[in-house]
């Protein structure tokens, strides 16, 4: 009989902060916690219920997570992948399947794969770091009085096993072990659900257990002086807890890189060949997050394929082997991969086993265009900038939309049923005429039982890189550096270069060409509102006089009408009784600009709004109709025209400026586009100019 196999007859006591009597009683005691790396990442997203909402994503209800909305740049869209990797989690820390995959992210490059593994590891660094959810390891001390290992007076665990692993292992037989555990306070159903944690030592930390119990006699007393318990370290730059692994080359990768190898200098203190100490686990990555962390693979299918069966092995049995040695894993493995090297690996036939063992799941680019703004606000940046000359650099307040737009049309596949700009529209959650969010689900739905990816909804499309080339492309242009302003209307010709360089399918080029002239029109709609605003010297004139339009259609049938065409509402926004005249005129008018003829037609179409309106003030007491871009446009146009009628119209009184009158009224645009607009005075000046022209009218 071994000196492991003996009694737990010795007592144990509480002991100082780093003795494993101490960690044990804590952890019965609920202070500190033993839980594997899906329980704990489960919890992290799910413990506060107040963090789980319902949203609706193109026309689908699913569940958003408020911890990857927190911080300054976090995770923007990604509804369904979010909610994929939920799931995979908690299944995993159920007990599920899930725990013996990796979880694998595909899809086009620069649609936020790697940033999402960022951000989580991020996040997961952060939670582990509060006192209460620290996770802890063991190392082992004085080595020199067993001998045997030269001037190596103490070992850590390599792989950052967790102290509890260690005190279910201390004895071969189970009920010792259980009667250690009840000397530190567990009662039998704490450790029923302790052992359904179990997992062996590694290699190495058993066989010095073993070396120290043999030199103690079997007394466990003297044997835990030996064991101090320390904190796993939180570090990114060291990969511990959170560490990443980028495929590289065929002739610079190794498997050593991720497992570990034999370490010379470690043989030239150890005097047993046969200790599995000998191999260093710390040179691979894997071993760095084995208690309780998170394994990123990025790009894994570019991997060579002995890289790629080390994964498997990895993935399928959550151990470390090395000649026959073995170290368990609590480890999250998460993977990513473009379409085109996934495309390549499957067809590899043989491979398909790694296939198998992983959660698959395709992400697409962001579809919906006011989330997208946000991104872009990421890619713009948030420091100021300046020209060459160090001068402060400004950014047209109409930049985003522009780019924005942009590349959310190029990520809008062609449809019967639905145009791109509809498709967008509904994305966002906007009003798209008559269509209903029911055809984008429809179009969505039908898209994504294609079996070819990067046919389905959202898969192509210009990505967050190409949205930054653009960017830096116009940062490069002397009219930029000149003019000192980023402006809005150059922004398309960044668009259409990156095209022209970086789309090499002659098909997808001509797309997306196309899809940046629709949205230099929904710019030029963007530039009508705000030249209508600067002419009414009011920021929000268009919203006001949408609003009106609403308002007078929904009064213009009610009983409380009297000869004099004056409507008294309750204001949704401030509560209050607002008196409106209706102006039947105007009425007809926006309705002539909206194409529609005949009563019925206008009818049908006061029916729609008023239908909206009563719709979305439920959701948002706010809602203005500014995202009904065709009303937008109407209403600006009948107010322009017959507001500058004696002028014969405001494009012509702000060309010609031979005249005083006229000089004086884009004097005071000018002024207020800079000082109540966000304007600066190139790009204010440039913005008249475009709005007197007919580019992109169509």
């Not at 990768?253 to 200098?265: F, P, Q, T, Y």
């Not at 690996?345 to 395709?362: G, H, N, S």
């Not at 004139?541 to 949408?546: G, I, M, T």
Request: with cysteine; proline share 3%; glycine share 8%.
């Amino acid at each position: 009989m071994s000196a492991k196999q003996g009694t737990a007859a010795s007592k144990t006591t509480a002991g100082p902060p780093n003795t494993l009597d101490y960690h044990v009683k804590q952890v019965a005691g609920g202070e500190r916690r033993f839980e594997n790396v899906f329980q704990s990442v489960t919890r992290m997203i799910l413990g506060d219920h107040d963090k789980i909402r319902k949203v609706t994503v193109n026309g689908r209800r699913t569940y958003d997570f408020l911890v990857f909305r927190e911080g300054k740049k976090h995770l923007i869209g990604m509804h369904d992948e979010i909610n994929s990797f939920v799931s995979f989690v908690k299944d995993a820390a159920e007990g599920g399947s899930s725990g013996e995959m990796a979880f694998v992210l595909i899809g086009e490059p620069g649609n936020g794969k790697t940033f999402f593994v960022d951000f989580l590891n991020k996040i997961y660094r952060n939670f582990i770091s509060l006192p209460e959810n620290r996770r802890y390891t063991f190392k082992i001390n004085g080595l020199d009085k067993i001998g045997g290992y030269g001037r190596i007076k103490s070992i850590e665990s390599q792989t950052f096993e967790d102290p509890m692993v260690l005190a279910m292992n201390l004895y071969d037989d189970k009920d010792n072990n259980a009667d250690y555990l009840k000397k530190c306070g567990y009662t039998t159903k704490q450790i029923d659900e302790l052992f359904a944690k179990h997992r062996p030592l590694g290699a190495c930390t058993d066989y010095i257990i073993n070396q120290v119990m043999d030199y103690t006699g079997g007394d466990i007393g003297k044997l835990l002086e030996f064991i101090e318990i320390i904190p796993i370290p939180i570090s990114e730059s060291r990969g511990t807890l959170t560490g990443k692994y980028a495929a590289k080359d065929k002739i610079t990768s190794s498997a050593v890189d991720l497992l570990g190898d034999e370490s010379i200098s470690r043989l030239l203190h150890i005097e047993d060949t046969n200790n599995p100490y000998r191999f260093d686990l710390r040179r691979g990555a894997l071993a760095r997050v084995a208690g309780g962390g998170i394994h990123f693979a990025d790009e894994i299918f570019k991997n060579k394929k002995d890289l790629v069966q080390v994964y498997l092995g990895v993935i399928q049995n959550r151990t470390i082997e090395i000649e026959g040695f073995k170290w368990p894993l609590d480890t999250l493995i998460i993977a990513t991969s473009n379409n085109s090297e996934f495309a390549r690996f499957l067809e590899e036939k043989e491979q398909a086993p790694i296939v198998d063992r992983c959660r698959l799941t395709y992400m697409s680019h962001n579809t919906n265009h006011k989330l997208q703004q946000e991104l872009t606000r990421y890619a713009i940046g948030n420091r100021n900038k300046t020209t060459f000359t160090n001068e402060v650099l400004h950014i047209d307040p109409n930049l985003n939309y522009a780019v924005s737009v942009s590349v959310i049309l190029t990520r809008m596949p062609s449809n019967d049923k639905l145009t791109p700009v509809e498709m967008m529209k509904l994305s966002a959650g906007e009003v798209a005429g008559e269509k209903s969010i029911k055809t984008l689900a429809e179009v969505i739905n039908d898209l994504n039982n294609d079996p070819d990816i990067t046919k389905r909804f959202g898969q192509k499309g210009l990505g967050h890189r190409n949205l930054g080339r653009s960017l830096q492309l116009l940062l490069e242009r002397s009219e930029t550096q000149e003019g000192r302003c980023m402006y809005a209307g150059d922004v398309f010709r960044s668009l259409e270069s990156v095209v022209l360089d970086y789309v090499q399918e002659p098909n997808d080029r001509t797309k997306y060409q196309n899809d940046i002239k629709i949205a230099k029109g929904l710019h030029r709609k963007d530039v009508m509102t705000a030249i209508f605003n600067a002419y009414m010297d009011e920021p929000a004139a268009v919203e006001k006089d949408v609003m009106n339009y609403v308002n007078m259609i929904i009064g213009i049938d009610a009983r409380n009408l009297g000869p004099d065409k004056i409507w008294t509402y309750k204001d949704p926004q401030t509560g209050k009784l607002v008196p409106l005249k209706i102006d039947e005129k105007f009425i007809d008018s926006v309705e002539s600009r909206l194409g529609l003829k005949n009563k019925e037609q206008k009818q049908s179409y006061r029916t729609t709004i008023t239908k909206i309106y009563g719709q979305r003030m439920i959701q948002n007491p706010n809602y203005d109709f500014m995202d009904n871009n065709d009303l937008v446009k109407a209403v600006t146009d009948v107010r322009l025209k017959s507001d500058v009628a004696g002028a014969g119209s405001l494009v012509g009184a702000l060309s010609n400026r031979t005249n005083d009158e006229n000089q004086k009224l884009y004097n005071r645009m000018i002024d207020t586009m800079v000082n109540k607009l966000g304007y600066c005075n190139t790009c204010a000046q440039k913005t008249i100019e475009y709005f007197c022209t007919q580019d992109d009218a169509n």
